[in-house]
């Protein structure tokens, strides 16, 4: 199975995916650490795939997005960005409206307080 059919399978089979450097718990660079604090923080559900354990997956995932960084975050299918935007997002309430249209489970009164904390 190429890169792109694993992305593609990988992207369509889970409701959240974030391609990162590291893991959820042990996330590699400040990018990727921010990314997923965000989203262990509001308690989503995601599956997390590190990029440096695959080189194939790593460049892949550029090429599947046409996006040149990671980390990357999928939602339901839909590339949604990387650490820049998913931060806007969450700052906004983008990502909070994004979750609920989807059907993805979260802590609002996490988010919320994200919110706070950073106004």
């Not at 790593?58 to 995932?61: K, L």
């Not at 040149?68 to 990357?72: G, K, L, S």
């Not at 489970?105 to 919320?112: E, V």
């Given at each position: 199975?190429s ?5 593609r ?13 590291g893991?959820k718990?042990?996330p590699?660079c ?5 990314v ?8 989503v ?6 990029v440096?354990?695959d080189a194939?997956i790593?460049?892949?995932?550029k090429?599947?997005?046409d996006w ?5 975050l ?6 949604i960005?990387?650490c ?8 906004s309430?983008e990502l ?8 993805v ?8 307080k994200?919110?706070?904390a950073n106004g």
């Open positions: 199975m890169a792109q059919d694993q992305i399978e990988m992207v369509q089979k889970n409701d959240v995916v974030l391609f990162m450097k893991t718990m042990m590699q400040g990018f990727s650490s921010k997923a604090g965000i989203l262990n923080y509001i308690g559900d995601y599956t997390d795939v590190n440096l354990a194939d790593r460049q892949g995932i090429d599947y997005s040149p960084t990671i980390p990357q999928y939602v339901k299918g839909e590339f960005g990387g820049d935007i998913a931060i806007e997002m969450t700052l309430g909070d409206q994004l979750l609920a249209d989807k059907g489970a979260f802590d609002k009164a996490a988010a919320d994200i919110r706070e």
